[in-house]
């Protein structure tokens, strides 16, 4: 086994998980879990289905690590949405397994996630960059990612066709990476 450096970043450590370095994963998921599950919690708003969603992405990312590329993304975009469709899928099969009346109305006091990268030093340039967003390029982006919509439920919430939504993300998501590159 080898000792890591703690200034690797998520690139380095997924391509070093991906030839099977345990040490590598370990960090991984010291410097990544917390938040990967506020994600998953703010999805799926419960505990035990959140954390169900952070351990099928981890074993997603031990066995799959190598399929990671740069060239289509961050690593820490690529762990958001691994966690952020596995949330989903799972309340999609709860929602379909139990009828709504059996699923207690309880309110989520946690954090959202963007209110847990606060402390983040990426946090505050990533809030800079999402204020440069239009307001409503940044709500739908916001239903996207912190609230865990799919693009066809954020379209029939705002009330735009599919196709305007997911254009929409698009440009706002390449958007954000270049405003998020360019102050690196």
Known sequence: MTTLAPSLDLADLLQRVAVGDRMAFRQLYDQ??????????????????????????FLQVWNHAARFDTGRGSAQTWLLSLVRYRALDMVRRRAREAPEEAIPESIDETPDPLQQLAGNRDAAALHRCLGELQEDRRRLVALAFVEGL?????????GLPLGTVKSTIRRSLQALRTCLEGRA
């Open 32 to 57: 990544q879990a917390a938040r990967l599950y506020g994600v998953a919690l703010r999805i799926t708003r419960q505990s035990g289905l959140a954390a169900d969603a952070v351990h099928d992405a």
């Open 150 to 158: 799919s693009h066809t439920e954020a379209a029939e919430r705002v």
